[in-house]
């Protein structure tokens, strides 16, 4: 009986689909166990083999715990919102709708053919109304919330109103927007609605704010950071400028201490961990504010040094800086324009990378030293960014790098003074500017203080002075939340005179309209101003034609109700936010999720997925699962107990090598003191094992017609493409589908083989040839159940030497599991399954526990051997074998026999004899007599367990 890998792969796949074999209860007197793949995003590209490789791994643990008797929740499901189907549906006209479904319908089948036990019944798609109806709700939550640093946690806005109402704002504690005027109960009462409105959207967790944004022309739409790569747009590599616009934003601020606390009690790696906590970016220091001269206006700096406010001699303003058009003076106009101008197409991440190149240009204006009343140079510098801090930086070039360099660069300019270079030195400060010849600045009352009584006097004196106190900063800011889209969540927002008012809960969702085409509209406004249905009807709560919003309504002046809905989208982040939740239970259409449902699964066990999403996904995640605690809705504080970031399965590239005229291709081996040019090559028109080129497929090929022509130089009359290690990509044409590994040597080879290719963590490069021994391997253990003829399993009783193979691997097997070092255990089944063929076990008791064992690895012929034996059902469930210590206790030794130092033989001896009985039995054994031919031995010398030696 041999084995075929389709037929039984597709024979189990369709059991586990009708039978939901891994369908989740949401109550269960088991234990629970949530284990979660990160949110894949369904491109038209599909799957390559790089891929599966957390999701095989993620898998291994789901039917592991479903052994060992838990209840695993294993989901998947889409974050089917964004850019790329939006600029598809661009190109080619489909509704992105459209190209998203069938680019599901393709992950779907690719899923499916690895054999993932996923609980499909719980699958969920952000693009799907039923799904974003309770992002839009979350939204709502959020704008309807404010954050109490009394009570240290997000609470409902009514119990900020009630304040208001009662004694103003001056005693609130909130995270709100800054310079916020005060107010007292008496005057919020006077106050009109509108007014009371703007007011409220300074304390809102999600509120409308002008904002420096990543804008990118040719996509019409705001760019995140992360969508961003060397200052052009990851996707179609456009440029990207900076640009003030009115954004939702997301009060994450808010919460960034408890973001760093929670770091604590979550098992994440360090890497994760610390690229959160630079993020994040807590300092401890002091505000200052710098009167500027001859004007009303104050500059205000954060700095974790006030104890160095004497060796202030110029300041920083980033370009983008509300007052550098305020104190920008005639002369210098120009300039500054110019360099805001150029600034603006540079992105954040680019001018945060940029150490070396230093530029700035002078304002003309100065400020006020807030002690010495020395005026103080103002330059803007794009080293300094708005959103970092307060925009504005106190330069003390005696104490830092950067800002020496700056004042270096700019000496004897515009009020720049020559500065001398006094930090990093061997010597003290004094003794430096003695040797060079110059005074040190006075620090007037900080002389002599070390830092941190310096640090303390500073604070203290400033704020006597009224300019400065002493603050803890973050350098997190609150995230964009608009996108210029249309793929993407409506908001729930409609407008009466220009401010938002939010639609009630119980007419959501609120459907993305169709439109004409998906670009921005001609005068600029986001593509869902192309919707001809698109205003909110307040009288009959229903989205109704834009003609009905008269001129009126626009006012706030609205004779029928009529008012404008929100043009933006909400980002691709919104849906993947919560959706762990949403899958606890996700057909619940009145709540995102039950309180018994979030109760029993409270939140993911085990996360896995790619590092990438350190400073994105992760922190917004966390954000949101925070605040949904406040208000009740989650269980836990965190989201994702632990977490696994797989590392890069990467592609393995082939070249051939063009000469610089194109006329000549040469092979690899001939290349050498040649001027050529390495070109991709498909690796479809190769051989992968002995890497020749087929050179009329070459030809052929539709990428490469420009070398129909061209002459192959060969090396022993073959063409050898060079061949390179890189990230698996379709640009580099070193793509491996799935589908054909899968078809060709079945799901479980490449389960197994994605497995076996290194630590889980880790890069490592695929190589096709290698899968071979794995496939090998699988009909290797197929043939201990079967030969020819059918079953060839007995209830014979095992050898001692076969239970310890077996219980040996057991334990590995265990323990590589649950520390989620899968490719050591296919190793040990590799060593487990030789041992046993060379034994020729075909016996019950040791065969069916492994069936068992290798389940979580290979489930498909793990389901096949468990029938075959004569069970009913999956083998999913099945108890999980459990080692027995017995099995590898040694009870006897195997020594090796020397004569004179030579080992001649070996002899099987129990571990309990003394030294007088082994040398009783070696001395009658039948190959020592023959050995000694008669001669007595000198000496005998005997180890215990070790050796036995005769000499002489």
Known sequence: MKYFHEKIEAKWQQYWAQNQTFAAANNSDQPKYYVLDMFPYPSGAGLHVGHPLGYIASDIVARFKRHKGFNVLHPQGYDSFGLPAEQYAIQTGQHPEKTT??????????????????????????????????????????????????????????????????EGNVTVNAVCDDNIAPFTAAEWTAFTSEQQQKILLQYRLTYLAETEVNWCPALGTVLANDEIVNGVSERGGHPVIRKKMTQWSMRISAYAERLLQGL?????????????????????????????????????????????????????????????????????????????????????????????????????????????????????????????????????????????????????????????????????????AAKEGFELVNSDFLNGLGYKEGTKKAIEALEQIGQGKGKTNYRLRDAVFSRQRYWGEPFPVYYVNGLPQMIDPKHLPIVLPEVEKYLPTEDGQPPLGNATDWAWDTVNNKIVSNELVTLSAVEGQSSNGVYPLEL?????????????????????????????ALKYWENVDLYIGGSEHATGHLLYSRFWNKFLKDKGFAPTEEPFKKLINQGMILGMSAFVYRSEDSKKLYSKGLISGEKVHPIHVDLSVINDITNELDIDAFKNHPLYTDYKEAEFILENGKYIVGREVEKMSKSKYNVVNPDD????????????????????????????????????????????YFDDNGLVVTNDEPSADMYKSLHKTIKKVTEDIENFSFNTSVSQFMICVNELASMKCNHRAILEP???????????????????????GSVST????????????????????????????????????????????????????????GRTPNKVIIVPGKVINLVG
């Open 568 to 596: 933006n989208t909400m980002p691709g982040w919104a849906g993947s936010s919560w959706y762990w939740m949403r899958y606890m239970d996700a057909h619940n259409d009145a709540e995102f999720a039950s309180a018994d």
């Open 264 to 432: 604590e009690t979550i098992d994440w790696s360090e890497s994760i961990k610390e690229s959160q906590r630079n993020w994040i970016g807590k300092s401890v220091g002091a505000s200052v504010k710098f009167k500027v001269q001859s004007t009303n206006y104050e500059i205000e700096v954060f700095t974790t040094r006030p104890d160095t406010i004497f060796g202030v001699t110029f300041m920083t303003l980033a370009p983008e800086h509300e007052l550098v058009s305020q104190i920008t003076t005639p002369e210098q106009k120009a300039a500054v324009e110019a360099y805001v101008e150029a600034t603006a197409k540079r992105s954040e991440r680019e001018r945060m990378a940029d150490v070396k190149t230093i530029s700035g240009v002078f304002t003309g204006a100065f400020a006020e030293h807030p002690f010495t009343k020395e005026p103080i140079p103002v330059w803007i510098g794009d080293y300094v960014l708005a959103g970092y801090g307060t925009g504005a930086v106190m330069a003390v070039p005696c104490g830092d790098e950067r800002d020496y360099a700056f004042a270096h660069f700019f000496k004897g300019q515009n009020g720049m003074p020559e500065i001398k270079n006094i930090f990093n030195q061997d010597i003290s400060q004094e003794a430096f």
């Open 101 to 166: 479904r069938e680019n599901i319908a393709r992950y779907r089948e690719q899923l499916d053919k690895i054999g993932f036990s996923f609980d499909w019944s719980r699958e969920v798609r952000t693009s799907n109304p039923d799904y974003y109806k309770h992002t839009q709700w979350i939204f709502i939550q959020l704008f309807n919330s404010w954050y109490n640093n009394d009570t240290n946690k997000a609470e409902d806005i009514a119990t900020l109103i009630a304040i208001f109402e009662k």
């Open 741 to 784: 590994i899968c078809n060709d040597y079945g799901a479980d080879t490449l389960r197994l083989y994605e497995m076996f290719l290194g630590p889980l963590e880790q890069a490592k490069p695929w190589n096709t040839a290698g899968i071979t021994g794995v496939s090998g391997f699988l009909k290797k253990l197929w043939r201990l």
């Open 850 to 872: 492994l069936a068992v064992l290798i389940s979580p690895y290979a489930p498909h012929i793990a389901e096949e051997l468990w029938e075959q034996l004569g069970h009913q």
């Open 878 to 933: 099945v108890p999980f074998p459990v080692y027995e210590e017995k099995y590898l206790v040694e009870s006897e030794k195997e020594y090796p026999v020397s004569f004179n130092g030579k080992m001649r033989f070996t002899i099987k001896l129990p571990l309990d004899l003394t030294v007088a009985q082994i040398q009783k039995i070696v001395m009658a054994d039948e190959r020592t007599i023959k050995q000694l031919d």
